[in-house]
């Protein structure tokens, strides 16, 4: 081998610009008769995996006919090459053409072997692949029929299933899909806990009693989905960020501080005293959700919409809501202090005794917003805000102010 390797470097410099042009040429003649090839390679095996088939072994051929090629054009000066340079003294060591023949046969049959070797590897991956594909529909199946199952310990192990599905599959499309079947699990909870509605004048006592039964608190495969949706989905490694679609889940007491839910879709969910302490927020569609007494200390909620959302008694302490959409929303009583509402839309909001000490108002919008009992640090912190509009402004308390008189 170290005799034809040393032949071969010799010639190759001679043939060098010789093989440049013929594989110009080659090219330009394989761009004019791909097409009707491509058609039969994808009628074979598939669009993309039998071109890639196709050129594959294409290269193989070209490689044998190119070593033929070359030999035939330079097979007188091979051959004597090959007798002149035998180890066995050159009256004994005699070449014929036909043990060159067999050995260039044994070089081409290893050539094809390697090929095949190839071929071979490429269809039991090809298989191996459907096979596991298969296997990840058959649980995915499985445990999306085990999410509706009465036991409540059924359907965590269902949750983990799928969650596993997603983790371990390299499909883009699986991932997506478990995130998808999560979130109608978790919005179907919404429909499991109705909300009783408020009672009508005339209606019986008992109506009102009903209505004042505390209620339920969010369950437990709930809360462990939710776990793994906000806090674990860095895991999947998807390519294309997720946007969350819970509307109208119910999530009351709901353990979500720091959650991941960026743009998520939550209009009318049900979040009355859940824990979103340093939850990520950001442009969250929260329109006409209830978050009455939930924990959003220090939550992000840069451009969000809370339009008509229930926010009594909520704690959105050193919250950052800059720019939020706050629009005829019921914050009364909530707990704004050291808030960030630089920009915010708080238009025909009700805060009735909502709690703004020491909040950042620059720029934010008042206007038509009920200010009765509202609580600011003086009269310099609410005069930052567009005050234009807005009711009750001489009802409206300053802490400051009342201690200067006290002290006076």
């Given at each position: 081998m170290g005799k034809v390797g040393e032949w071969f470097k010799e010639r190759w410099i001679m043939e060098r610009d010789a093989t440049r042009e013929l594989w110009k040429g080659f090219r330009g003649f394989v761009s004019k008769v791909w097409n009707p090839f491509g058609r039969v390679a994808s009628f074979i095996g598939g669009k993309v995996r039998a071109r890639a088939?196709?050129?594959?072994?294409?290269?193989?051929?070209?490689?044998?006919?190119?070593?033929?090629?070359?030999?035939?054009?330079?097979?007188?000066?091979?051959?004597?090459?090959?007798?002149?340079?035998?180890?066995?003294?050159?009256?004994?060591?005699e070449f014929s053409n036909q043990v060159i023949l067999r050995n260039l046969a044994l070089g081409v049959a290893a050539i094809l072997g390697v090929g095949f070797a190839w071929w071979r590897s490429w269809c039991l991956g090809k298989q191996t692949r459907v096979a596991e594909q298969g296997l990840?529909?058959?649980?995915?199946?499985?445990?999306?029929?085990?999410?509706?199952?009465d036991k409540e310990s059924v359907r965590i192990g269902a949750i983990y299933s799928l969650w596993r599905?997603?983790?371990?599959?390299?499909?883009?499309?699986?991932?997506?899909?478990?995130?998808?079947?999560?979130?109608?699990?978790?919005?179907?909870?919404?429909k499991d806990c109705e909300l009783p509605e408020p009672s009508k004048d005339g209606e019986k006592k008992?109506?009102?009693?009903?209505?004042?039964?505390?209620?339920?608190?969010?369950?437990?495969?709930?809360?462990?989905?939710?776990?793994?949706l906000d806090k674990k989905c860095c895991e999947l490694q998807l390519k294309d960020k997720y946007t969350f679609d819970l509307k109208g889940a119910y999530l009351a007491e709901a353990n979500l501080d720091n959650a991941q839910l960026e743009y998520a879709i939550l209009i009318s969910v049900h979040l009355k005293g859940a824990h979103l302490e340093g939850a990520h927020l950001e442009g969250a569609h929260l329109k006409g959700a209830h978050l009455e007494g939930a924990h959003l200390e220090g939550a992000h909620l840069e451009g969000a919409h809370?339009?008509?959302?229930?926010?009594?008694?909520?704690?959105?302490e050193?919250?950052?809501?800059?720019?939020?959409?706050?629009?005829?929303?019921?914050?009364?009583?909530?707990?704004?202090?050291?808030?960030?509402?630089?920009?915010?839309?708080?238009?025909?909001?009700?805060?009735?005794?909502?709690?703004?000490?020491?909040?950042?108002?620059?720029?934010?919008?008042?206007?038509?917003?009920?200010?009765?009992?509202?609580?600011?640090?003086?009269?310099?912190?609410?005069?930052?805000?567009?005050?234009?509009?807005?009711?009750?402004?001489?009802?409206?308390?300053?802490?400051?102010?009342?201690?200067?008189?006290?002290?006076a």
């Open positions: 088939a196709f050129w594959s072994w294409l290269l193989v051929l070209l490689l044998v006919a190119g070593v033929v090629v070359t030999l035939s054009m330079e097979w007188e000066a091979f051959t004597t090459f090959m007798r002149e340079t035998g180890d066995a003294p050159k009256d004994k060591a990840i529909t058959d649980r995915f199946i499985k445990a999306t029929e085990q999410l509706g199952s599905i997603a983790v371990d599959s390299p499909e883009q499309s699986d991932k997506i899909a478990v995130l998808d079947v999560l979130c109608a699990f978790v919005r179907a909870s919404g008992e109506d009102e009693e009903k209505e004042s039964t505390p209620l339920p608190i969010v369950r437990d495969d709930i809360q462990i989905a939710m776990n793994l809370l339009e008509g959302a229930h926010l009594e008694g909520a704690h959105l050193g919250a950052h809501l800059e720019w939020a959409y706050l629009v005829r929303a019921h914050p009364e009583a909530a707990h704004l202090e050291g808030a960030y509402l630089e920009g915010a839309h708080l238009e025909g909001a009700n805060l009735e005794g909502a709690y703004l000490v020491r909040a950042h108002l620059e720029g934010a919008n008042l206007f038509g917003a009920h200010l009765e009992r509202a609580r600011f640090t003086n009269r310099a912190a609410l005069a930052k805000a567009n005050t234009k509009g807005a009711l009750n402004l001489d009802k409206v308390i300053f802490l400051e102010d009342d201690e200067d008189s006290e002290s």
